[in-house]
């Protein structure tokens, strides 16, 4: 986890929103769609997954409804934990998923315990990431999988284009290149490292995002944020258009492995295009 919090990164208004768009109980592009491509072919009936950075738990209740999983949410953000839990328990499924809020630093979890670490767009938060990975690596059982999506910048230096959309975003990103964590999960001694870059698909689907919210869907912006909020809100959709357009904003998928007992040699890694 981060050193730094992110206690004001969400207020009420902006977590409608993002609701609005991307799902109830969604705070990052796709919704359940996007969840099953980062889990693609995993077995997780029954096992344990811990989701990184959990949100209002939209993620985690998909996983325990369409995969079977049982879920630990981890969260740095108590009042968005409140949520995920209030959420989880009027959907019935308090029995199958937990939510904790975690101080940053090492995980509270035992080492060897789980069976997947799950993450969603939510490592761009993070500033170390090789120190994230080695909780990742600890954590899980071996033969166990990190499956996770997150928001990657390109080779060149931040633009002004770049730095306007950090400007509108407001919030606290670090981002890495997709090849940066390959090296950093080889590193810590994961295997089967798959790397795809997913940019296109965003571009895409951020494109539809920013008509919905300047056509069909203003209206309702404008009734949730107000007048002024809902510009500055159109604006950040735009400003995240061009970047994503120039490549200087990307999106990744990423799988690797904790190697077996008898599987302890050197990382092997893939990429797709």
């Not at 199958?96 to 761009?124: N, Q, T, Y």
């Not at 295997?191 to 203003?218: H, Q």
């Not at 994503?244 to 077996?260: D, N, V």
Request: aromatic share 8%.
């Amino acid at each position: 986890m981060s050193e730094e919090t992110h206690a004001n990164d969400y207020d009420p208004k902006l977590l409608a929103m993002l609701e609005l768009i991307w799902g109830e109980g969604f705070l990052s592009p796709g919704g359940p769609a996007a969840v099953d491509e980062i889990v693609h072919d995993l077995d997780l009936d029954g096992k344990l997954a811990i989701d990184i950075g959990s949100g209002l738990g939209g993620v985690d209740m998909h996983l325990a409804r369409q995969h079977g999983a049982r879920v630990i949410g981890l969260e740095i953000e108590a009042p968005l934990v409140d949520l995920a839990k209030a959420a989880a328990a009027a959907a019935g499924l308090a029995d199958r998923i937990e939510f904790r809020h975690c101080m940053p630093g090492p995980l509270a979890l035992a080492d060897r315990s789980v069976d997947v670490v799950f993450s969603k767009d939510s490592l761009i938060h993070e500033a170390d990431k090789a120190g994230a990975f080695a909780e990742y690596f600890r954590v899980l059982k071996p033969g166990g999988w990190l499956a996770m999506s997150d928001w990657m910048r390109s080779e060149q230096p931040y633009s002004e284009d770049m730095e306007y959309w950090f400007e509108m975003e407001g919030l606290t990103y670090h981002m890495w290149q997709l090849d940066a964590y390959g090296t950093a999960l080889k590193e810590t001694g994961f295997v089967e490292i798959s790397l795809a870059d997913t940019s296109s698909d965003y571009r895409a689907l951020c494109d539809r995002e920013y008509a919905l919210m300047a056509g069909e869907l203003k209206a309702e912006m404008t009734g949730v944020l107000g007048k002024e909020s809902c510009e500055h809100f159109l604006e950040n959709w735009r400003a995240m258009t061009v970047v994503l357009h120039k490549g200087e904003l990307r999106t990744g998928r990423i799988r690797a492995r904790k190697p077996k007992p008898e599987n302890r040699r050197a990382g092997s890694e893939s990429k797709r295009p």
